[in-house]
């Protein structure tokens, strides 16, 4: 670790950019049920993103969906040395819910 302790309102910012390949596919299970799915890597910028869906889908009608949904996220990015290092590490994982309008 070491180094000078962060000052309080002291604001670091940085971006980068990533190039992203992934596949998306849809397994009807009935006439208004199915599953989806959906997964994505990137690199470049980072060392390593990537991202997964695996949400059960209801169709609510001719325009109108719901489900609810399982992701994976990962951000993996470390750049540069001493003062000059950037670290950026975010894994996220848990439910979600949503509702889709198609037109």
Known sequence: MGGAPAREGTKRTFGWVDAPAGARFRVPLG?????????DLA??????TWNARLPPRR???ERWATGAEYRWMDVDYDKGDGLDRRIYNMRYSG???WLSYSW
């Open 59 to 61: 169709g609510l009608g």
């Open 95 to 97: 439910p979600s819910f």
């Open 43 to 48: 690199t470049f910028g980072s060392d390593l």
């Open 31 to 39: 006439q208004r049920v199915g599953l989806t799915g959906r997964g």
